[in-house]
Antibody
Framework: QIQLVQSGPELKKPGESVKISCKASGYTFTDYAMHWVKQAPGKGLKWMGW????????TYADDFKGRFVFSLEASASTANLQISNLKNEDTATYFC???????????WGQGTLVTVSS | DVVLTQTPVSLLISLGGQASISCRSS???????????LHWYLQKPGQSPQLLIYQVSNRFSGIPDRFSGSGSGTDFTLKISRVEPEDLGVYYCLQRTHNPPTFGAGTKLELK
């Protein structure tokens, strides 16, 4: 069955970096895009961007340009999200979600909570 | 960016009752290919969003027929009949017709 399994929770200080992974199984990794979605505590969902898992090309939403990097370890069917120079407002749960063209995100990871606190 | 306005913000429903959630878009969600990419999700506490309805009115695999979606253009509705305890959580609409994808702010379904 199709699964996206994300790495565990992270506690970081402001200014540090964090890397979250999303390991896919149950399908051919390079046939589907991987999207990232942010959810701040008690808030709604915000699309961050996506990465083409075939070419490796990332696309970032305007609010996520600069400190956010999407990458792949295609041989391991894994997509990564790295956030540098962490700020308090980066405290959130980050979800990966499989994309198929412009259709709905049908499969999601379980989410990774990143807490930024001094 | 397309703004999706969900109403109500919260909904108090008795078990076995019916719930209706509206999602209004700031622009038409009809794609140039004729399809409408408006989808509905339920996020239960502590879980990731789960797809309920895709492209306005199609139930995703395993979703019971108590859930139905309707609408067109800029105005969409999710109806939940015979509400059960496992239906509680926050419902979101998502549009993928226009870039970037955007979500509604959510509607929290609670028990009366």
């Amino acid at each position: 069955q199709i699964q996206l399994v994300q790495s565990g929770p992270e506690l970081k200080k402001p200014g540090e970096s964090v890397k979250i992974s999303c390991k896919a199984s149950g399908y051919t990794f390079t046939d589907y895009a991987m999207h990232w979605v942010k959810q701040a505590p008690g808030k709604g969902l915000k699309w961050m961007g996506w990465i083409n898992t075939y070419t490796g090309k990332p696309t970032y939403a305007d609010d996520f340009k600069g400190r956010f990097v999407f990458s792949l370890e295609a041989s391991a069917s894994t997509a990564n999200l790295q956030i540098s120079n962490l700020k308090n407002e980066d405290t959130a749960t980050y979800f990966c979600a499989r994309g198929e063209g412009i259709k709905a995100f049908a499969y999601w990871g379980q989410g990774t909570l990143v807490t930024v606190s001094s | 960016d397309v703004v999706l306005t969900q109403t109500p913000v919260s909904l108090l429903i008795s078990l076995g009752g019916q719930a209706s959630i509206s999602c209004r878009s700031s622009q038409s969600l009809v794609h140039s290919n004729g399809n409408t990419y408006l989808h509905w999700y339920l996020q239960k506490p502590g879980q990731s969003p789960q797809l309920l309805i895709y492209q306005v009115s199609n139930r995703f695999s395993g979703i019971p027929d108590r859930f139905s979606g309707s609408g067109s253009g800029t105005d969409f509705t999710l109806k939940i009949s015979r509400v059960e305890p496992e239906d509680l959580g926050v419902y979101y609409c998502l549009q993928r017709t226009h870039n970037p994808p955007t979500f509604g702010a959510g509607t929290k379904l609670e028990l009366k």
